[in-house]
């Protein structure tokens, strides 16, 4: 249908190729401006033109694949529809960006291309007249009453008014379109209407094609009527189980009204409906203290009201999915058995007497009162001592949840108590963040290094650990985030730093201290053998029938490599150890005759007057054996007075005779 008369466009457009859907004469569509040559449209031609014609564009759906979209020019759909671009908005920051707001005018046909760079450039053919005002009158004359046209524009007119009258008038958007109903020309209805029902991509690419009148209506009025019966049963649906969301959604999702682009249509509005629905359920569900719930009620009645576009509509979103998925009643049960516990607390670590013996008394009382507040505990202590590892036992030991909240080097407030939500990028703070990742309410939070809090600008943590920390404060703690109070009376906080000197005052106040001691030797050999060297055995994929450590050996790593209060470099050196002879086990050495002669026959053994020389790892028939570590120090036992019963470990033992002259210098430490 070929336009001579009414308003013509440019026979020349600038051309928009987009995978972004189909826009058709009468609707508006949002087009991202994403590929090289729409950029160049977008700012040679849309930004820098002054005139109204400068503002018309030829927009052809990009039918190639957008995962191969290449930056030459794809073969060009024969047919597309000019239009307006009514709105640019964009940045160039980052990079440049932009979103055209188009409403469709014409369909036309590509005669000709002209250019193709920066941006194509065409001679174009107007397929649809485009007036300003045909009445529906005029429009049934034209086509005669008798005629096919009149009979089909009729039908497709009267399917209109059907589904716009299924759907809720009270709606202003509604109301507005039954009124444009009955203004349009009806040969424009077609396209207004397939641009709002849910179509394909391919089914609308259909109706764009269809230039004659009569086929326009043909190709849309399934479509309607396919609309119409998927609301109709929608609507059947809900009338059985008015409650039943869910049962809803699988009736769409079922392929009933496929699609799932923009439209005006009652299910956009439903599946919002339904997302707001689901989200309100859970906010009853949370069981959480009436303030937050009037708090939530009153954001989800905003947020319901509110577009999804809106940048608000997802702080809102996000900030109501944070409160229900906030433990305000969820708790796991402390595990009292005292015996238990004290078993627990001794195979994890060797002495600390002071701390079990707290953490049993505050099991004690637990069992007597059950409402007892957790206790605020600060271990202080020299590094490596424990502090850290022995508040994750203590919470095994409850059986609890544990948290650790690094604090070493904070030096904003806000991160202790969140952002207020006015904050561009706001969250809530490291204390409801660690509850969320819990999922409980009573877990073990260990508050790590918290003598290294630092002060700035931006306030300073540790007065805003004070609230936390408070235990007659802290059932109602609030978060600028959330701005509800959150009742972490349940939660177990420990505390640990190196000094109380770095502590403020009304912090430490606050807290009960409990010191830990470093070491002695002694101590350290025991530590090794039950716990560190067990452990790096098992981080290194040994078993202890290959490394077996004497307990001269650890003595003299002790005394000799390391010199700390903790346990730290010692693991460390263990550690080395256990690399060093994984690269012999890995090499996969066999211990042979030779290898398990006595060493004192050997020139080596000679050489060093029977004693092993200094740093060397000696292997027997099992496996290998360390003993001794000192470079060079001919302080080391012989190997002749390592014997079975110096063993801590509980497998295997170097026998004296079995030294192997395969010897290897003690690895140093990586
Ligand atoms: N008494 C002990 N029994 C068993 N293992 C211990 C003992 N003391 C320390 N350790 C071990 O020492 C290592 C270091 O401990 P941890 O990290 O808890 O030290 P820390 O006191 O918290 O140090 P820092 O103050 O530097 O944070 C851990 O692997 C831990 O298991």
New binding site residues.
Partial sequence: MSSNSGIQIPSRLPLLLTHEGVLLPGSTMRISVETARNMHLVKNRLLKGTSLKSTIIGVIPNTRDPEHDTEDLPTLHSIGTAGLAVQVVGSNWPKPHYTLLITGLCRFRVAQLLKEGPFPVAEVEQLDKLEQYTSPEEMSEAAGPEGELGELSKRFYQAAVQLVGMLDMSVPVVAKLRRLLDSLPRETLPDVLASMIHTSNKEKLQVLDAVSLEERFKKTLPLLTRQIEGLKLLQKTRKLRPDDNKRVLAVRKGGVLPGHQFSLDEEGEDEDGDDTAVLERKVKGANMPQPALRVCLKELKRLKKMPQSMPEYALTRNYLDLMVELPWSKSTTDCLDIHAARVLLDS?????EKLKRRVLEYLAVRQLKSTLKGPILC?V??????????GRSIARTLGREFHRIALGGVCDQSDIRGHRRTYVGSMPGRIINGLKTVGVNNPVFLL??VDKLGKSLQGDPASALLEVLDPEQNHSFTDHYLNVAFDLSQVLFIA?A?STATIPPALLDRMEVLQ?QG?TQE?KVE?AH???IP?QLEQHGLTPQQLQIPQDTTQDIISKYTREA???SL?RKIGAICRAVAVKVAEGHTVTKSEAAPAESTPQGAEHGGRKPAGEIVRNRHGYIILCTLPGAPSFPPVSTVTSHTFTLPVGCAVPGQKSADQCTMPSQT
């Fill in positions: 994890d670590h060797y002495a600390m271990f202590g020299p590094p490596g001592v424990g502090k850290t590892s022995v790590d290094e640990t190196n830990v070491y101590e530590i039950r716990h560190l452990h903790g346990v730290r693991e």
